[in-house]
């Protein structure tokens, strides 16, 4: 959708609002769950009332299983109940009686895939102007502004990427018009009438920032700060100690009056908010490991970093996620020299890496995106295991969103988060024959009342079809 | 700059003789024709002064041929992407770099990609590494629903890029030749046809020629259009919207129609197999993207297909430019679908097809591209399995017979950060 992204930002006479293929670009941050005024306010606000659906006792026989955690057991049994996962292991696992036994022989199963970067709901399809709520690009610091807020329930998406790409969970941004984007929110992908009945219970917040030609080219079009990648990092700079001096405060005789831009700040200053930074190169990167650091936060994740390798020594060390496409570049001058393998070298530095989709399509089949970079990967000579290459897509995100306690890998006890592939996930031949969100499913490709239509489609051509 | 200089002077070398079409063996590997034909195991593909000469079972490698074992491997005809702007663009958001359209022109339909299409752009080499030889390549829209005239190109390492110049004209007769045209499909419908008729009035005398409407060489750039002598390509996605198409030709019967695009082209597959209009089509578009594409599916083209409808698989306005290398998996895709219930895919050899023999026939190439039958230009990449599989690399490309090189930035920039570490000296010493 490159240039039909382009194509619609230059007949609507503004620059780049945001998601979709050509300037899109998120990050987040993350944090741990302690909490913090600030966090027990915003805790309070908009709760989850997310409910598991019905679920059965299962257990899946025979089938070829990828833990997300970087395991591969063959003639794996997998036993879910109550929505949580029971147990996973080899043909020895008993199996418990009184259960629905599924013979998955030939097919393979792996934890609900997981999108750390998604504009679902917040730009979704039909992509016209009225839908387009991803960035509030009237200022370049709005941490304000919280992406649920904008997220459209309705959107058809959603549901393609459950039936063709088996995600289950996953992480809804601002866009990358402003410095600071708002906050992020992790959703769980059941189809809802509310956003509040498909926020992901227990996950913690994320905070979106962008670095680089965006925020640049929106304010800057405008006459307005920043226009320079030094002007960018200035008006950074100056709001993070505007949100240290709000903290201060905070923790004074006199607490200041609530503002909802410093609760979202000193909650990534506590901790509690996980950053997501949009940023591609390498030494805007590292520019902004050095600002995290003179304010004593953590970048959980870097998104769209296509440069990430050329300092992968640098990103393990600081133990800081990349969030990359496998093989998107060219579109603007900052993702001039990704390569495809990206992921591969900084999985051989020891960095994390997470395969997003930033894309309403690719989220259909982030599988085999992280099936090219493994590819491309090998090809170059560095070892990486099929199931290493699930946890790009499982573990990995899970991790970078703090739900790691929680979904993103087969392990008793989880979330019953799980796909049935009816091939293996990293060939193009695969499609998901069933997905179970918390036990329930959701999905499933020979029933077609167990495949979900959005609002916006009922009545209209094409309702219901396998899409 | 020693280096440099060698660098140019080999390349130099190798512009000066792109007939160094030697006589090629490839024996032993899977070979595919790419006409929607099974594979056939152990078979050998002969190629000479820049053409096919034999590809199959049986057939005989002559003496003077050099031989390149394939065993284990796949040899299939060139990709060929059937819809793209490969060569118009370098970095989509530089404008200087991107020539895709001219939102300042007072021309139209007489902009000529030919004179913009850069084979030495860096997309060319990184999709010519991928195993895509020809390409589709379109201009934009900017002023008018009339894009220019469109190319055949191929993706080679040399100078010359165009393998047919003004092999089309493009026209947006959709929701972007609503916009185009001043707001509605009634002002895309009524300009095409006053277009048409203005370059009627000026091949009756073209001296004489003064509209209000358009350019004297946007009318003669539409002749032949209106004769058939070039083909017309139309991009429209709904269901009512490629109906119209298809009833221009009741007003203009000679024209030659190629819908491009079509996401709803499932709903009319029998109106557009009737009508003999042949399609370039989004392979995995499934969102209701806007409201033309309400009821797209993946499985839009197989539907197509089982109707009747000559198709083959084009990426409008999907990383049209750069991304070309998404054809194979796109097409792997399409074979996915016959293992979903009620979806409707391509069977392998016809998904093959669909980026290879099917766009050279639809462009009206397939006696020259888009397979291994002997005569055809010698388009040639050896894989190292299955080339719709996600897994499978690339280890040869012939194009018009000459072995291509397989390196560009993308490959040079792994190499310098196998290792990110510098080391006695910055990466910049590292080449």
């Known amino acids: ?467 | 700059m020693k280096h440099l200089a060698t660098i140019l002077v080999s390349s130099l070398a190798l512009m000066a003789s792109p007939a160094a079409a030697e006589t090629v063996a490839i024996t032993g590997g899977k070979v595919v024709i790419g006409d929607g034909s099974a594979p056939m195991d152990a078979g050998t593909v002969v190629i000479s002064n820049g053409r096919v000469v034999a590809a199959g079972t049986n057939v005989t490698v002559p003496a003077n041929a050099r031989r390149i074992d394939a065993s284990g491997k796949w040899v299939t005809p060139g990709i060929f992407a059937g819809f793209s702007r490969i060569g118009l663009v370098e970095v989509g958001a530089v404008r200087s770099t991107n020539d895709t359209r001219a939102a300042d022109s007072v021309f139209s339909a007489a902009l000529d990609v030919q004179y913009a299409v850069n084979p030495f752009a860096a997309p060319v080499a990184v999709n010519r590494a991928a195993g895509v030889t020809r390409a589709v390549v379109s201009p934009g829209t900017s002023n008018s629903i009339f894009g220019g005239y469109g190319a055949i190109v191929d993706l080679g390492n040399d100078n010359d890029p165009i393998t047919k110049a003004r092999a089309f004209q493009f026209v947006e007769l959709g929701e972007t030749g609503h916009s185009r045209a001043g707001g509605s499909r009634a002002a895309a419908h009524i300009l095409f046809r006053a277009m048409l008729n203005e370059a009627r009035t000026y091949a009756r005398n073209p001296s004489l020629f003064d509209s209000d409407l358009m350019k004297a060489s946007d009318a003669k750039a539409l002749l032949p259009v209106i004769n058939g002598n070039i083909r017309l390509l139309v991009h429209v996605e709904s269901a009512n919207d490629i109906l119209k198409v298809l009833d221009l030709r009741k007003d203009f019967p000679s024209l030659k129609l190629v819908l491009v695009g079509a996401n709803e082209g499932w709903r009319v597959a029998n109106e557009i197999a009737a009508a003999k209009v042949p399609v370039l089509a989004s392979a995995l578009s499934d969102l209701p993207y806007s409201f033309e594409d309400l009821s797209a599916t993946q499985s839009n083209i197989g539907r197509m297909k089982r109707a009747g409808v000559n198709v083959a698989i084009g990426m409008i306005n999907d990383r049209d430019a750069h991304q070309l290398r998404y054809s194979m998996q796109y097409a792997g895709n399409l074979v996915a679908l016959n293992k979903v219930p009620r979806a409707t895919g391509l069977s392998w050899d016809e998904a093959f097809a669909a980026i290879s023999s099917k766009p050279a026939e639809i462009m009206g190439m397939g006696s020259q591209l888009g397979s291994l039958k002997a005569g055809r230009k010698g388009d040639v990449v050896i894989w190292t399995g299955d080339p719709l599989e996600l897994s499978t690399q690339v280890e040869s490309v012939f194009i018009d017979g000459v072995e291509q090189s397989l390196s560009n930035r993308q490959e040079r920039l792994r190499e310098r950060y196998r290792n990110p570490t510098p080391g006695a000296l910055p990466k910049a010493y590292d080449r």
């Open chain 1, 1 to 467: 959708m490159e240039w039909k992204g382009l194509l619609a930002v230059v007949a609507a006479g503004a620059l780049v609002t945001g998601c979709a293929a050509t300037a899109a670009e998120t990050e987040t941050a993350s944090a741990s769950s302690a909490s913090s005024s600030s966090e027990s306010s915003a805790k309070i606000a908009f709760p989850s009332t997310y409910k598991a659906y019905a679920s059965d006792n299962i257990v899946i026989t025979g089938a070829t299983i990828f833990d997300g955690e970087g395991q591969r057991i063959d003639n794996g049994v997998i036993f879910m109940s109550a929505g949580k996962i029971v147990s996973v292991g080899g043909p020895e696992t008993v199996i418990p009686t009184d259960s629905t036994i599924i013979d998955a022989t030939g097919k393979y199963v792996t934890p609900g895939i997981i999108d750390i970067h998604s504009h679902l709901g917040d730009y979704p399809t039909p992509s016209v102007a009225a839908h387009s709520d991803g960035n509030e690009a009237t200022s370049p610091v709005t941490p304000e502004v919280w992406a649920e807020h904008s997220v459209w329930p309705q959107d058809p998406g959603f549901s393609r990427a459950l039936a063709n790409g088996g995600i289950t969970s996953l992480q809804i941004l601002p866009g990358s018009a402003n410095l600071f984007g708002g906050r992020a929110v992790t959703l769980k992908n059941v189809p809802a009438r509310t956003v509040q009945a498909m926020k992901f219970p227990g996950a913690p917040y994320g905070m979106k920032m962008a670095c680089g030609e965006n925020p640049k080219r929106v304010y800057g079009g405008r006459n307005r700060k920043p226009s320079t990648r030094m002007g960018s990092l200035s008006l950074t700079r100056q709001t993070w100690i505007k949100a240290q001096d709000y903290r201060k405060k905070q923790r004074g005789a006199k607490p200041p009056k609530r503002d909802l831009a410093m609760e979202t700040l000193t909650g990534v200053l506590d901790g509690d908010i996980l950053v997501h930074n949009h940023c591609y190169r390498a030494d805007e990167l590292n520019q902004i490991i050095d600002m995290s650091k003179e304010f004593g936060y953590k970048v959980t994740a870097f998104h769209h970093a296509v440069e990430s390798y050329k300092i992968a020594d640098i990103l393990a060390k600081e133990e800081i996620c990349s969030a990359i496409w496998a093989d998107w570049w060219g579109f603007k001058m900052e993702a001039y020299d990704a390569i495809p393998e990206n992921a591969a070298l900084l999985q051989q530095a020891g960095a994390c890496v997470v395969i997003h989709s930033d894309d309403e399509n690719q989220i259909q089949r982030l599988n085999q995106e992280a099936s090219k970079a493994l590819a491309d990967g090998r090809a170059m000579g560095i070892e990486i295991s099929d199931a290493q290459a699930i946890q790009w897509i499982t573990y990995n995100p899970a991790k970078a969103m703090g739900i790691a306690d929680k979904t993103g890998s087969l392990k008793p006890g989880k979330m019953a988060d799980v796909v049935l592939w009816n091939d293996n996930p990293l060939s193009v031949y695969a499609r998901p024959e069933k997905v179970w969100i918390d036990g329930a499913m959701l999905y499933d490709a020979n029933d077609p009342a167990r495949r979900p239509v959005s609002d916006f489609e009922l009545g209209q051509p094409g309702e219901g079809d396998v899409k």
